[in-house]
């Protein structure tokens, strides 16, 4: 555990190079070496992911995987438009990073991870954040327990519905194997959905950078929306919502393009799919042409590339 002299322990070593420090095991046989190394790695990994973690001693992180995995602070915080004053399920917890800014701007957060080490290092880290309006629980929650996983978050909550599903479905098969396709994920949401909308009007779902939105949006149905979220200029989420009313086609679904940065205002374009391929482009005379304009990364997902031009003449 993270008793006082290994804290203190990772102060005194945290600017030393991590195989310095595995390979110093035997000076110090009652500190857990490789814990440390974990904690001194994962905090220099959040220091500009999550700083608020970051400079928190008292959190416990023992995977690199997790950290890697997680949402930044940044993209966290812009998940909370999604939902404010409610009850929200997190059906893939991970690292807890959403858990957490969900349940700063939100009565309950239902937090669920099936890796056992890692469900809890996380309830530990929650407790010390104070994050009392977090429920975690320790189930598996593949595609076919998400059923009953959902069942025993509403005896949690007492109510029959709740007001936000969050799903982070993985995105890699056997032998760590990326796969792109919507119905190879893990759970698989065009199979999964229907289930889903019994227990919430609405679903939100991280997907890959790589993810076709066209494709999902056709594949899945009922999208509402999709944001597209840069950080510094670098495509780091694509999230659908998912709305049990929405019956908006591919061209009707508002797309929205967004840029973070530090020090700058952050850049936001949206769009429809049917207003992008409406949009006439114009060209100005060939002398006058000095330089070329190309758009950040998420209007580059987007694809809001007539859209962009008109909007910005």
């Known amino acids: 555990m993270l008793n006082e002299a290994l804290k203190e322990f990772i102060r005194q070593n945290f600017e030393r190079d991590l195989s310095k420090i595995i390979l110093s095991s035997g000076s110090y046989p009652d500190i857990d070496i490789k814990l440390a190394a974990t904690i001194i790695d994962a905090r220099k990994r959040l220091r ?11 959190l416990i992180f023992i995977n690199s995987t997790s950290i890697e995995q997680s949402s930044s602070e940044v993209t966290a915080l812009h998940k909370q438009r999604f939902i404010s004053g409610g009850i929200v399920v997190d059906l893939t917890g991970g690292l807890g990073v959403d858990s957490y800014y969900f349940s700063r701007n939100n009565k309950k957060v239902i937090y669920f991870e099936r890796d056992t080490a890692l469900y809890s290092a996380v309830s530990h880290n929650f407790k010390k954040l104070k994050a ?50 919507i119905r190879d994920y893990e759970p698989d949401i065009t199979v999964l959905k229907d289930n889903l909308l019994k227990y919430s009007k609405r679903v939100l779902i991280k997907v890959s950078p790589m ?85 950040n990364a998420s209007i580059l997902k987007a694809g809001a590339f007539k859209y962009t031009g008109v909007k910005y003449n």
Do not use: H
Request: hydrophobic share 30%.
């Open 48 to 58: 500009f992911k999550v700083p608020e973690w970051a400079k928190n001693e008292e």
């Open 132 to 181: 009392d309006n977090i429920v975690t629980i320790n189930v598996e929650s593949d595609q076919k327990s998400i059923p009953e996983t959902l069942q025993l978050a509403l005896k949690i909550n007492s109510d029959p519905f709740v007001d936000l599903i969050y799903i982070d479905p993985s995105r890699r098969k056997s032998g760590n194997r990326r796969v792109l396709a």
């Open 211 to 295: 993810t076709d939105i066209k494709s999902f949006i056709m594949e899945c149905g009922n999208i509402s929306s999709v944001d597209i979220v840069s950080v510094e200029n670098e495509c780091k989420e694509v999230l659908f919502e998912i709305d049990r009313d929405c019956t908006k086609d591919y061209d009707r679904v508002e797309i929205n393009a967004l840029n973070y940065s530090r020090g700058i205002n952050t850049v936001k374009i949206s769009f429809t799919p049917k207003e992008e391929r409406e949009s006439i482009s114009s060209f100005t005379e060939e002398e006058q042409m000095r330089y070329l304009y190309e758009p």
